[in-house]
């Protein structure tokens, strides 16, 4: 049905609700009949109990009536009653927006001068830290931990500095304004176990040296040298990780790199730039970017 005939029926039964509690506020102080010499009397109960014997107190009808006029006053001068916006003309965008642009003008300038200050300044103030953490805390930690290191075997650790797309003051500003969506091929259909396990120990020698002879090195040029390198280092441009750190997302232990380079690995993180401020982000990369 159109929007308008909701609007309508809303303030319809708004109306009607007020009249009704106004008519029973009536009915129950002033509508009752009084019995009279020529009238029936009314049942009595329990040889003490009758009807009307005992009414509500006054207090209850003042309080009651109060509440109806309050109403009253209010959906005259707010919305509430159905698409009428009230005298006043208040709305909770308009105050938002109000709210918004009074912070702007007091805060704007400021802002605006954190968002082009030097990291290190940044880093040696500890209020401005302090305000980086609390925006860390708010958007990040749900997936990297409050203590940045990771979690659940699925989200990096944020202070290795073992960045998969760099960790330079420009990539981790990127990384947070326009996501990252990194894949990781699976080969299950190309290796045996044999070929697998092999693949698996060189992968793991590759953070303790760099052999040159080794029984997995062979499926390692065919398969995984592109995105790694022949030496394993991994390539920031393609966001596939440096093999000779020993630093895995998913774990580090046999079986679980196995199933990496079987099945393979998939993460994205979200873009924040439409989400945080120019100076927010600043913070954040200073204080992810910090010794």
């Known amino acids: 049905m159109p929007f308008d005939f ?6 319809v039964l708004t109306v009607l609700s007020l009249i ?40 209850w009808f003042w309080t009651m009536l109060a509440s109806l006029v309050f109403t009253l006053v209010y959906l005259i001068l707010y919305p509430g009653l159905g698409s009428f916006s009230g005298t006043f003309r208040w709305s909770q965008g308009g105050e938002l927006e109000e709210r918004l642009v009074a912070h702007e003008s007091a805060f704007g300038a400021r802002r605006s001068e954190i968002a082009r200050m030097d990291l290190e300044l940044i880093q040696a103030n500890d209020v401005l830290m302090r305000a980086a953490k609390r925006v860390f805390d708010r958007q990040c930690a749900a997936c990297h931990g409050l203590d940045a290191t990771g979690q659940a075997g699925m989200f990096p650790n944020l202070l290795d500095h073992a960045w998969q797309w760099g960790n330079s003051p ?33 992968t793991l020698a590759l953070a303790d040296s760099t052999p040159s002879v080794h029984p997995g090195k062979a499926k390692y040029d065919e398969l995984c040298v592109a995105c790694h390198g022949a030496d394993g280092k991994g390539s920031i441009a393609l966001g596939a990780p440096d093999l000779t750190t020993g630093i895995y997302t998913y774990g580090g232990d046999v079986l679980t790199i196995k199933e990496t380079i079987l099945y393979g690995r998939e993460g994205v993180m979200p873009a924040f730039g439409g989400i945080l401020d120019d100076m927010q982000i600043r913070l954040l990369v200073a204080w992810l970017s910090r010794s």
């Open 20 to 59: 009704g509690l106004a008519w029973v506020i009536y009915g129950a102080y002033f509508g009752g009949q009084k019995v009279g010499e020529d009238e029936q009397s009314p049942t009595v109960w329990d040889e003490n109990l009758r009807e009307g014997a005992h009414p509500a107190p006054m207090w």
């Open 6 to 11: 909701w609007v309508g029926w809303v303030a």
């Open 170 to 202: 420009g990539a981790i500003e990127k990384t947070i304004r326009d996501g990252r969506h990194g894949i990781m091929v699976g080969w299950n259909s190309v290796l045996n176990r044999s070929e697998a396990s092999q693949l698996v120990q060189y």
